[in-house]
């Protein structure tokens, strides 16, 4: 149990253009997604902090404006990179948070988004 | 938030026990410690959590010091597959993971 999914799990795209990530519980509800940014060599970046029904938490230095995050439902949720630019290139990875772990607080992490803008 | 220290890299023989450790000792009561590890180009893999006891499952053990300051990963027997990099979290009490740079685990054949 306790599987996310991620579609695509890799993109290329030109730049100027956006590009949506879905990031979903398979076999699970999730109160709360995050999504992550990591670049080659680095570690997971903390970029939003997503609740189904309500607006998106962006951490510091994170454009909210680039980086839509829609959380439509109890397992799906979408980051949009609009306008992407060469530096928007990385992986992405989303997690969630299911509802019987809200004490321990444990997250799944999907597979990744590769993301290389040309 | 509460900050963990874990070494680098480490290297373990195949079909030995690796003990991987992690300093917390910024702990507060509440936090969860957990541990995922990430292969390349993959997402992380939850590994086990704990909170005060130790723990066991199929993957791995976590022993948790007794002040909760520090607690250590194991693997018991270290296979080729488990060659990754291993990340010591805890659940900071607002539901954001701080990710540290993790250990880089090398399995030598």
């Known amino acids: 149990g306790a599987v996310v999914s991620q579609h695509p799990s890799w993109v290329i795209c030109k730049s100027g253009t956006s590009v949506k990530i879905e990031c979903r519980s398979l076999?699970?509800?999730?109160?709360?997604m995050f999504w992550y940014r990591q670049f080659p060599k680095q570690s997971l970046m903390l970029m939003a902090t997503?609740?189904?029904?309500?607006?998106?938490?962006?951490e510091q230095g994170v454009e909210k404006d680039k980086f839509l995050i829609n959380h439509a439902s109890l397992t799906l949720s979408t980051l949009t990179v609009t306008s992407a630019h060469p530096e928007d290139s990385s992986f992405y990875i989303c997690s969630a948070r299911r509802v019987a772990d809200t004490l321990a607080d444990t997250q799944y992490f999907g597979p990744g988004t590769r993301l290389t803008v040309l | 938030d509460a900050k963990t220290t874990q070494p680098n890299s480490m290297e373990s023989n195949e079909e030995e026990p690796v003990h991987l450790p992690c300093n917390h000792s910024?702990?507060?009561?509440?936090?969860?410690i957990h541990w995922y590890r990430q292969l390349p180009s993959q997402g992380p893999e939850y590994v086990i959590h704990g909170l005060t006891s130790n723990v066991n499952n199929r993957m791995a053990s976590l022993a948790i010091a007794e002040d909760r300051k520090s607690s250590t990963l194991i693997l018991h027997r270290a296979t080729l597959r488990d060659a990754a990099v291993y990340y010591c979290i805890l659940s900071a009490g607002t539901y954001k993971y701080i990710f540290g740079t993790g250990t880089r685990l090398k399995v030598l054949a």
């Open positions: 910024t702990i507060s009561g509440t936090d969860y």
């Open positions: 997503s609740n189904e029904g309500s607006k998106a938490t962006y």
């Open positions: 076999d699970f509800q999730a109160t709360t």
